[in-house]
């Protein structure tokens, strides 16, 4: 799985949600074509997150009214536990770091979300979030590509 969903100056870009639950298919959305996309994440992602350069996730996010999206650092923390069906990003970079010696620098895109009932549609509110997420996407894909000194 090296180099899965590697781009632009080897950032790794996953969504995460799922595309049949409204607004938690934000994540799907905004990175098809771009990079992996992935209904949870799991252990067997770590090889993928330790090859990257730079690492974004890009998620839904349950907010509170009047939430805007929000790109922000992350760092691994937590100790990894034995639970497999749903890993953290934090937590993702924690065994990444445990197993392959890499601390990534990583970033992650919550946009808020508000409607997870069945279908593949976005709400109205998350709608209106996306011009936003966008943005905040292209910005971090720029600064991915920027060579670094």
Same mark, same amino acid.
């Given at each position: 799985?090296?180099g899965?969903?590697?781009?632009?100056?080897? =950032?790794?870009?996953?969504?995460?949600?799922?595309?049949?639950?409204?607004?938690?298919?934000?994540?799907?959305? %905004?990175?098809?074509?771009?990079?992996?996309?992935?209904?949870?994440?799991?252990?067997?992602?770590?090889?993928?997150?330790?090859?990257?350069?730079?690492?974004?996730?890009?998620?839904?996010?349950? =907010?509170?009214?009047?939430?805007?999206?929000?790109? &922000?650092?992350?760092?691994?923390?937590?100790?990894?536990?034995?639970?497999?069906? &749903?890993?953290?990003?934090?937590? %993702?970079?924690?065994?990444?770091?445990? %197993?392959?010696?890499?601390?990534?620098?990583?970033?992650? %895109?919550?946009?808020?979300?508000?409607?997870?009932?069945?279908?593949?549609?976005?709400?109205?509110?998350l709608?209106?979030?996306?011009?936003?997420?966008?943005?905040?996407?292209?910005?971090?894909?720029?600064?991915?590509?920027?060579?670094?000194?």
């Amino acid at each position: 799985m090296s180099g899965a969903g590697l781009g632009t100056g080897g =950032a790794l870009l996953i969504g995460i949600g799922n595309p049949l639950r409204g607004d938690d298919g934000v994540g799907w959305h %905004l990175v098809e074509g771009l990079g992996l996309q992935r209904h949870q994440l799991t252990p067997e992602l770590a090889e993928a997150v330790a090859a990257a350069e730079r690492l974004l996730f890009v998620d839904a996010w349950l =907010a509170p009214p009047g939430s805007r999206c929000l790109l &922000r650092p992350l760092v691994a923390s937590g100790g990894w536990e034995r639970d497999t069906h &749903r890993v953290a990003p934090a937590r %993702l970079l924690a065994l990444a770091e445990q %197993l392959f010696d890499r601390c990534v620098p990583a970033h992650e %895109l919550l946009v808020p979300a508000f409607d997870f009932s069945w279908g593949e549609r976005f709400s109205p509110e998350l709608q209106r979030q996306l011009p936003r997420a966008r943005r905040l996407l292209r910005g971090w894909l720029r600064e991915a590509a920027a060579p670094h000194a």
